[in-house]
Structures are given as C-alpha cells and as structure tokens.
C-alpha cells in the first residue's frame, strides 16, 4: 500500500520563485536638492498575507524619506486594511505595517506600497529591506527581500 505525503495546499509550488519584497530604485542617480522621488514597494509570489511588515533603512545623510503610502495589494477584494507607518529621519529607517481584516489573506504579486525620498547629500547609500509576513490566521511565512542601492550627486 503506497503512502501519500502530506502537503501544504497553500504552498508555493516546487521551483517556484519565493515569496518577495522588492524596492525599485531609479537606475540614474538622483540629483540633491530635486524634487522628491517615489520607490514602489512591491510583493510578488506570496500566497495569503494577513500582516505584512517591512522595515528600511538607509544613510540618513543622503535621503530622508518624507512620507509613505498604501498600495492595492492588501486590499484585494475591498477588504478593509490598517496602515501604520513610522519614519524616522534622524537614524534613517521606515516602519509600514499593513494588517488585513477578516479571515483572507491576499495572495500574487501586486503594489504593496511606495516611499517618497528626498536626495539631500551626496553619495551612495543601500536601502535595507527587512519583511516579515504572516497568514490571515496568523502562522509566519517566508519572504525575501533584497536591498538596493541608491547613488545622489
């Protein structure tokens, strides 16, 4: 008698690409003292996301963030979401949490927000990503994420 393994009906398919939270940065550099620059926050290959954290950070020195905003991505469905975000300046770091309600997590690839910079110095500074996500029901879930760089004449 042959003995079915027991799988995850919510889990990436083998080979897959994993679940991800990437920046994308401009590829010229920006210039200091110009208008601010807006860097999406995307998701991609994530499979019921009830709560999403992520933090950056960066050289305080080169760009300060000045505000934050929500994408679609959470809001699959019109389901109602809380957004909080911190921006502290001063060391270089934004906090967005995102949190779901209801029983249903969002699931693909979609905007999950954005982050407005402003170049004040010059230089080069990676951006550090750090996510954390969890399901609807509240069980951890893997996710990446990649930091980028970010060059200011």
Do not use: C, H, W
């Not at 003995?3 to 990436?12: F, G, I, L, S, Y």
């Not at 699931?107 to 004040?120: E, R, W």
């Amino acid at each position: 008698m042959a003995v079915e393994p027991v799988t995850d009906p919510n889990a990436a398919p083998k080979g897959a690409p994993p679940a991800a939270v990437i920046l994308t940065v401009p590829t010229a550099p920006l210039q200091a003292g110009d208008q601010p620059y807006t860097m999406p926050l995307q998701v991609t290959q994530v499979q019921q996301v009830g709560r999403i954290t992520v933090m950056l950070t960066y050289d305080p020195k080169i760009l300060t963030a000045v505000s934050t905003s929500e994408g679609t991505f959470m809001k699959q469905g019109g389901v109602k979401t809380t957004y909080t975000q911190k921006i502290d300046p001063l060391v270089g770091r934004v906090d967005i949490t995102i949190v779901r309600d209801g029983e249903n997590g969002a699931s693909g690839t979609d905007l999950l927000g954005a982050v407005l910079f402003k170049a004040i110095g010059s230089g080069t500074t990676q951006i550090k990503l750090t996510a954390v996500a969890m399901t609807a029901a509240g069980k951890a879930m893997p996710i990446t994420a990649a930091p980028a760089s970010v060059t200011v004449k």
